[in-house]
Structures are given as structure tokens and as C-alpha cells.
């Protein structure tokens, strides 16, 4: 693989600045403390959570909720909800 076909390189350049908003608000909900530049001292385990929280905002989730009868207690409801992710 050539160096000149990195896909870390965001298809519009002048979207980088936005993108790098975006992953700074995603840490934070996550907790993750990122530096402006170099973040290479994280942990898988931090670069996954915001990562995983970026995706989950672009990605929306769809839910559902209605109640039913328990199956297992005679005369009791339930509420079952369905939760399922739009793809685009």
C-alpha cells in the first residue's frame, strides 16, 4: 500500500477541523482526555471508547416500546422494548 492512499485523510480537507471538534466532544463524553496533536500515550481501551462513542452519535438508534403479558407471572405486564440501528 502506497503512502499517498492513507484513508485517515478526510475525503473534504477542510472538514479536519470539524472532525477533530467532534472527537474532542466525543472524549469528553466518554471521559477520555485528548491533547490537541500527538494522542499516542492512550490506551487501546481510550482510543476504542471514542471511537465507539463517534460512531454511536453518527449512527442513529431507532427504539420501540409496548407492554405485554409476563410469561412467567399470570395477570403481570411487561414492557419489552426493541432497539435497532439505522443503516444508512
Known amino acids: 500500500m502506497s503512502s499517498s492512499n492513507n484513508s485517515n485523510q478526510p475525503v473534504v480537507p477542510s472538514a479536519?477541523?470539524?472532525l477533530n471538534k467532534?472527537?474532542?466532544e466525543a472524549a469528553n463524553?466518554?471521559?477520555v482526555n485528548l491533547k490537541q496533536g500527538y494522542n499516542g500515550d492512550l490506551t487501546s481501551r481510550?482510543?476504542?471508547?471514542v471511537g465507539g462513542q463517534m460512531v454511536k452519535k453518527m449512527i442513529p438508534t431507532?427504539?420501540?416500546s409496548f407492554e405485554r403479558e409476563d410469561r412467567t407471572a399470570m395477570?403481570?405486564?411487561v414492557t419489552v422494548t426493541y432497539r435497532w440501528q439505522v443503516q444508512v
Request: aromatic share 6%.
Open 16 to 18: 479536519r477541523e470539524a
Open 22 to 24: 467532534f472527537k474532542m
Open 46 to 49: 481510550e482510543a476504542g471508547s
Open 29 to 31: 463524553e466518554v471521559g
Open 75 to 77: 395477570g403481570h405486564q
Open 62 to 64: 431507532r427504539s420501540m
